[in-house]
């Protein structure tokens, strides 16, 4: 969320500066009320308490997600790089069915979003994968033998993993989709996250070249959204 923020006030610094301020707490109010609504709508679905960190996905950019899952009846659910989103899909999956493979690198980091679904009662919903990051900054991703079975026909796709942020790694969530396209479901959904990053957007870019997938990009949530043959608009 805060490199969102940073990637709008980047943008902002090249305005004349008397213009700079308002529209930058205009495009911060603007985020921050979409949270509001999606974090009041997403409350509808109980559980404990999260830890929103900076990490996370935004709350709106859940939302949608969540939105696709009751809209578009998404059952099998891949999701790479797990937490807060993780959590709250899992609320969703209880109440609409299905099931959520989360795919995650830490397995520290993958023990606490286990007890976060113990706690709600979820965890029958989720299978996490302790896939560790294999291979070079540059062209690794997780190990892909930790994935096999993962089942072959996915209905969403969420890419908010391996983590980026270490030098040599900001296209690092490219290999996603060359790994999972030829599993998913006509209908399937894809979400990026972070597309405000100059990585996502090369990867981004990538995706649409290579594989001719639509890609609408959301600025306020942070993702990028293709919905398939996926009938209703999220
Ligand atoms: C962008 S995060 C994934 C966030 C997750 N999809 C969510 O919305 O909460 C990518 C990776 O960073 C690590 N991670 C997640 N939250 C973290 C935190 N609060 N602090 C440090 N690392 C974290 C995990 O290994 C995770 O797979």
């Known amino acids: 969320m805060r490199s969102r923020v940073r990637s709008y006030l980047r943008l902002l610094r090249k305005m004349p500066s008397n213009s700079q301020d308002a529209l930058a707490l205009q495009a911060l109010a603007a985020s921050n009320s979409q949270d509001a609504v999606a974090l009041q709508a997403l409350s509808a679905l109980p559980g404990g308490y999260l830890p929103w960190t900076g990490p996370a996905m935004h709350p709106a950019a859940v939302a949608t997600i969540v939105n696709s899952v009751v809209l578009n009846h998404h059952r099998a659910i891949v999701e790479c790089g797990s937490g807060v989103s993780t959590v709250v899909l899992a609320r969703a999956v209880r109440q609409e069915g299905g099931h959520i493979y989360t795919i995650e690198e830490d397995a520290e980091w993958g023990a606490h979003v286990s007890a976060w679904l113990d706690r ?3 965890a029958d919903a989720v299978t996490i994968i302790h896939a560790p ?88 949530s942070d993702i990028a959204i293709s919905r398939g043959g996926a009938p209703y608009d999220v």
């Open 120 to 122: 709600d009662g979820t």
């Open 133 to 220: 990051f294999e291979g070079r900054a540059g062209d690794g991703w997780y190990r892909r033998a930790a994935l096999v079975d993962i089942p072959a026909e996915i209905d969403l796709l969420v890419v908010d993993g391996p983590a980026a942020l270490a030098p040599g790694r900001a296209l690092v969530r490219y290999p996603a989709l060359p790994y999972f396209n030829e599993k998913l479901t006509p209908g399937a959904t894809v979400v990026l996250d972070d597309i405000s990053r100059p990585g996502e957007q090369q990867i981004l870019a990538r995706w649409r070249s290579e594989f001719g997938r639509e890609f609408e990009v959301r600025p306020l």
